[in-house]
């Protein structure tokens, strides 16, 4: 069985960092792209970042480009990601997603975890 | 930037009655277009991937349609467990994504 599970979430000032994981089981991590996609509180899914298999591509949004940075570690079956300079409107479920397809087929987050909520916050 | 619009935004309707949801991209994506449901506190599950496929597992009352820049879900004979948010995503540049702003539909 597929499983996503989010840890690394909580309460931090504006300023502050926090590293998110994402620990994956049930299948075999380094065949796969990665995303980051987050929803603040009763507003909708907005995309964060994506990482590929051997982590040579990694793309980020606009609104997170040089605060966040994705990693992964194929031999941990861990998926990351390190939050910078975090601000009041990061604050949101961030949830880690498994992708099929992206090289050679349809594209689509195929599985996701039950999220972590980073809380941005004086 | 590729942008995602969504009509309506939300909705009322009664089980059993027939949905539509339109989505509309700010340019060409072929088919390269999928549509999630997401329920209250849980994660959003894929229902159509590349406009028009059935995830499999859900129920064939959900059919998506279209291709560049309109697309549109179609939820026949609504059932209750199907009131929930839908959001569709354009995937068109490999490993950059877009969702809509989402389209709830709730009970009439």
């Known amino acids: 069985e597929v499983q996503l599970v989010e840890s690394g979430g909580g309460l931090v000032k504006p300023g502050g960092s926090l590293r998110l994981s994402c620990a994956a089981s049930?299948?075999?991590?380094?065949?796969?792209?990665m995303n980051w996609v987050r929803q603040a509180p009763g507003k909708g899914l907005e995309w964060v970042s994506s990482?590929?298999?051997?982590?040579?591509?990694?793309f980020y949004a606009d609104s997170v480009r040089g605060r966040f940075t994705i990693s992964r570690d194929n031999t941990k079956k861990s998926l990351y990601l390190e939050m910078n300079s975090l601000r009041p409107d990061d604050t949101a479920v961030y949830y880690c997603t498994r992708l099929r397809g992206c090289s050679s087929s349809p594209c689509y987050d195929e599985y996701w975890g039950q999220g972590t909520l980073v809380t941005v916050s004086s | 930037d590729m942008q995602m619009t969504q009509s309506p935004s939300s909705l009322s309707a009664s089980v059993g009655d027939r949905v539509t949801i339109t989505c509309r991209a700010s340019q060409s994506i072929g088919t390269s277009l999928n549509w999630y449901q997401q329920k209250p506190g849980k994660a959003p599950t894929v229902l159509i991937y590349a406009a028009s496929s059935l995830q499999s597992g859900v129920p064939s009352r959900f059919s998506g349609s279209g291709s560049g820049t309109d697309f549109t879900l179609t939820i026949s004979n609504l059932q209750p467990e199907d009131f929930a948010t839908y959001y569709c995503?354009?995937?068109?540049?490999?490993?950059?994504?877009?969702f809509g702003p989402g389209t709830k539909v709730d009970i009439k």
């Open positions: 990482i590929s298999t051997t982590s040579y591509y990694k």
């Open positions: 995503q354009q995937t068109y540049s490999t490993l950059l994504f877009t």
């Open positions: 049930g299948f075999t991590l380094s065949n796969y792209d």
